[in-house]
């Protein structure tokens, strides 16, 4: 129970963390929409409020993920910015980029049996899995054709464009991560197809719908126009 509590308490941690970023993200997405919508308009599509709802919690999650994942550690906590500001921290550390290549970890330590993760092993390992469950859940539900390796690819270059950019965050480069993080993308997209093929009727709410010849009298769209259109 209390090895639970810790964990709750670790994960109440980072969401606030996360939450500036996000909050941040929020607010930029609402400031595009009137011209989002225009160009949707022109094109002759629409998307509706169930679409704009996971839209904009998926955009404030991809950004409370970089406060967690391209900023240095502990970046967004209100200790950091303390100790910064009275100059007993540094804002952002300035770590050799050779040093960041020299310590990054190549080889996987998953499946290897003589290593003990340990309870912050175990939580890490579960946490970079389950985190990117929503980079490949909404990408298959808001854009059409669904497919299985969708959820993989985002999570694949997603995941590689962290660890990268980690380089230059003093951050930990790791191989593990890119596994952890593209399986918990891969099981994130399997969800949606699976809700998709459950419940096709809801599912196509996260759909951008076509409109033509009604108002325009304007030639239908081929099939797929609008495609992938946000």
């Known amino acids: 129970m209390d090895t639970l ?10 969401i606030a963390e996360m939450l500036p ?15 989002r919508q225009r160009k949707l308009h022109q094109n002759h599509l629409s998307s509706g409020k169930i679409r704009e709802v996971a ?24 200790g950091h910015w303390q100790d910064a500001f009275s100059g007993s921290g540094t804002l952002w550390p300035l770590i050799p980029l050779s ?10 330590t998953l499946f290897r ?8 092993g175990l939580y890490m390992m579960v946490a970079n899995a389950l985190i990117f469950l929503p980079i490949g859940f909404f990408p298959n539900l808001l854009w059409c054709r669904p497919k299985w390796w969708k959820g993989l690819l ?5 995941s590689f ?11 930990s480069t790791d191989i593990d991560d890119l596994i952890l993080n593209s399986s918990g993308a891969f099981l994130g997209g399997l969800l949606a197809l699976l809700l998709v093929k459950l419940v096709p009727n809801l599912s196509r709410k996260f759909q951008v719908e076509v409109h033509y ?18």
């Open 55 to 78: 839209l904009f919690l998926f955009v404030m999650f991809c950004t409370g993920l970089s406060a967690l994942t391209v900023f240095p550690a502990g970046f967004w906590t209100l």
């Open 21 to 35: 970023c996000m909050v941040i993200g929020g607010a930029v997405f609402l400031l595009l929409l009137p011209s």
């Open 161 to 171: 464009s962290i660890e990268f950019l980690q380089l230059f965050a003093g951050r």
């Open 154 to 158: 985002a999570g694949l270059c997603s």
């Open 99 to 108: 040093q960041s290549v020299s310590n990054i970890q190549w080889t996987p």
């Open 113 to 120: 049996t003589d290593i003990t993760l340990g309870e912050w």
């Open 213 to 230: 010849g009604r108002e325009t009298g304007d030639p239908k769209p081929a099939p797929g126009a609008g495609a992938g259109q946000l």
């Open 5 to 14: 509590l810790w964990y709750l308490e670790i994960t109440l941690d980072y």
